[in-house]
């Protein structure tokens, strides 16, 4: 993911189709990979990316949220091509135990279920309203079973005409973090969040469409590590006068790299996530914040007044 | 469920089978429907039903609960008739954000699951390890999705050779909660625990063998109602002298005892619940309980003392 | 305190003042007890109470939330005698660790404290705000000192002009429970809350003003207990024909009636409490109420849409 | 703190004492600073240190756990130097809302506070239990008064013959992190734990003794920037041949470091600590452990065994 990132470089690749929209505070980037060939050359999957980066939601500004609620649905919508009485199933990836993984579990449980209303109460239904459920089917260490396994039980057994799952991701760079939410149709890709789930949730996998929302919430320590060196070698390259620089660093090789970074984090190894302090009440605001837009894309009779009312 | 009240009326009714155990502190109760016609006599499915009853495990005593542990563990073995071989699929009913009801989901994440590891990495599992994995599929309201189909869904894919299913109950009486495990194998009724799950967990419904766990940890509000009810009834019953008694208490009919109770509890309803103030530690202590018990019986390799250091 | 259920009875003491205001979906009651005579009449502290009604705050409508907020700042304000300068202590009695306790340290937790920035930043500080400091105290079992000592050693400390405490109460009637907001000038009544704090915050023994906040969270089993018994007597009366029932239930004594009770919650003896099961939701939507209108109370420059900003 | 790392360069320092102790995977270093000389020269205050080092702890061993908190309390005790019928006042900083800052708080509610009963029931103490009270105050940001003021009014209303102050620490090094517990009489210096309190808790402020207990549950993630470049530079200047490295390096000031070290962390800032995923877990077995060695240290009369039964 982390679509934006590439904009400047790709903008120019055949088969990349990308566009910038802006309003207030908010900065939305469509990106559409549409060959396989440029797909290898970016390193991403077939598919449409879309980003919404917001910086100012650290600052916990309702009404700032409510425009990103209300925007992140807009962009939702243009990827839910099912028809009004099709059935959508949500999945909450990740462990409602780690703070900083438990974007997909606490949308989870903010959102506007009614699957079971259609059957058992469905006087209680008004038009507009989809047929949805949801699950979080917790990590493999706690359930011993792979998530794609239990997704396509699910998926065996209910026929959802589309699933959607959402996910805390480890962020490649700090300033993504709890500011930046993500969609795509190219499924979730394994091992991307913060716990290392394997098998993807794609339409090949599953067979039905798939839209991944990735949430980034913490920065693996690995990433200030090489950051740090990267900035420092880059320093020192404009000291050494002449071709010095080409001289020392050229043999810098990236497993001698990836070998010091991990001789830094050693005594802690791969477990260390790197979060603001604050970390609690940015993940309640994102997840909210997504929670209200799905429900609002979700059931085309909600409007973001009723998402509000309903969104705990 | 609640084997242990029916002892006394129930001992020699033809087609149940009854014995007590003791330990100190821990009183153990084996009742045994074997027939339709008993079954329907006492109001229960026919099948085996085990109670411990520990009422100092309220106190939180480690020893104690090593022992009830240790005993839990004893007692669900006679119900487990699965090779070692066997997959078992543990089910933890309940939602996690309502504390008396999250013991499900609670002894789930202390569990120590392994199916992954026998695909995964075969070679750190030992002998006398099963393959056991789990589930906490959350409730209804959140997920939109029967519970039954949940793990029909699962059962169906993963095929298990049993399922055990832990859930919370709306205790009958207040000296059972947080004091009384009970284990079954008739599987889980509709509408027992503490929300309101509807469809039975059986070897009917699943097509596999279901050893059902409960564990009291809240009276509802109506109860306690109707027992101040009954209490003063037989109260001023003691007091009328002669045939008053009925002249006066024989005209109360159970509907008008509801109503009544419906009318105490009018103002905030069914949703109602009774509990100690100290209901946050007693259910993770009966957690940690159930599921050093479960790790001990599900895999023979394991002593007391790993599954002490394994549950968390 | 629960001032209005005294309303009708009483209007019409000498030495009650009182008076209803009513706006959509909120009753206020404000009650004068002007006179010792009037106070031992009626079982309460002379002084002034206020009482906000809202039996919608159940249903998690954030405009009303809103409304509620402003109208309890409006009604606090009043309380408020000092001048803008003064530095105001609000305490957050109660245990974090028990929900429905939980309300004094969660207003804490989203106050917009400043008197650090008085000294520390003083540029920050805009006109219109006061110094507002504040604790959370904790509990006797936990502190091992009473709460009142020290409140007592913070006011001797800080010389605060004005104390504000915020408890939760355990209500009189499951009507109140989640719906009350309570105000008052005659301080905190020993043993009121869920716990048992027990010396009095008031003027008399902390030397400074003392405003009382209370919100009903729990009901007390025996309450319900003691509700419907009350019930059954009296249907029963009317089911007795002449003068049967004074035979009856003249016999009847109160300690003969909480005997009755202790005996039906014997089990589990005091610590019983009578929750809704939503019961961690509505705290938090309350907490979040009182402190927005703390804050706006507090805080002459700020509006209902900062405050709305600043309470998380 | 952070007393060992200094003992290969000290050892030989006048006015410096140090021993090292150990026993299965335990290390014990105590160290003396004994003149102001030696304090200036390791940058350290005059006092006692000692320090636990435990890697295994984070390995979650009963046992292990046990056997830690029985050699902390008898390093606490060579600490407390009053008679047993003294006071003790336990100060548990840091914020219960950030799970790395809660370890005090957590401390706080596992010990066995015993002062109110001293004065409400005498007849239930036994011999060898002193009387001891606690408080969490909470932190600045939440109360707006100095930590150091709410412990100096508490101090001058209850006069305690002894303060400890139990702090959560970022370690200057991640292998300190979740398994080193440092105990100290030289007071809690500012700004040393995971947010800034300010002024000192010691002897001369508080006018009593003072012993501080420091347990490291973050790192900054400045320090690990820091540490990366670090290792790349000493790595570089070994590749450099010849005297180029002093060339280069040289020119390298702490102050430019630190400049690229923000540059790094820039998006998020000061807030970042870097933490092991599993950190909720780590602190709740840190904490329990501390709460044991505490409650044993501080009342003679207990055992171990009655300190597990004791500390939740």
Not at 49 to 78: G, I, S
Not at 198 to 208: H, K, M
Request: charged share 25%; net charge negative; aromatic share 4%.
């Amino acid at each position: 993911m982390e679509a934006n990132e590439l904009l400047g470089e790709n903008a120019h690749i055949r088969g990349i189709q990308m566009e910038n929209d802006e309003e207030p505070q908010i900065h939305i980037t469509r990106l559409e990979v549409k060959t396989l060939a440029a797909a290898k050359q970016i390193g991403k999957l077939q598919g449409k990316y879309v980003t919404l980066e917001v910086p100012d939601l650290r600052k916990k500004d309702p009404d700032l949220q409510d425009r990103v609620a209300n925007r992140f649905a807009k962009e939702l919508t243009a990827f839910i091509n099912v028809p009004e009485q099709a059935v959508v199933l949500v999945i909450g990836l990740g462990n409602w135990n780690v703070t900083p993984d438990a974007i997909g579990p606490l949308v989870v449980e903010d959102l506007f279920v009614t699957r079971h209303l259609f059957s058992l109460m469905p006087e209680v239904i008004d038009e507009g309203f989809r047929s949805v459920c949801a699950l979080a089917p917790g990590v493999l260490g706690i359930t011993g079973i792979e998530t794609s396994e239990i997704v396509q039980a699910i998926v065996d057994r209910l026929h959802p005409d589309l699933v959607i799952a959402i996910d805390a991701l480890a962020a490649r760079s700090l300033d993504r973090v709890n500011s930046t939410i993500q969609i795509s149709d190219s499924g979730i890709q394994p091992g991307a969040g913060v716990g290392n789930r394997r098998r993807a949730l794609n339409r090949e996998t599953l067979g039905v469409d798939v839209i991944a929302i990735g949430v980034p919430t913490v920065v693996d320590a690995a990433t200030i590590a090489s950051d740090a060196m990267d900035l420092l070698l880059q320093t020192l390259e404009n000291k050494v006068p002449g071709n010095g620089a080409g001289r020392i660093f050229g043999q810098f090789a990236p497993q001698e790299k990836r070998a010091l970074i991990a001789e830094v984090l050693q005594p802690l190894g791969n477990n260390l996530m790197v979060t603001p302090k604050e970390i609690d009440e940015f993940v309640d605001d994102i997840a909210h914040v997504v929670a209200m837009g799905l429900n609002v894309a979700l059931h085309p009779g909600m409007s973001m007044e009723d998402a509000r009312e309903l969104t705990h």
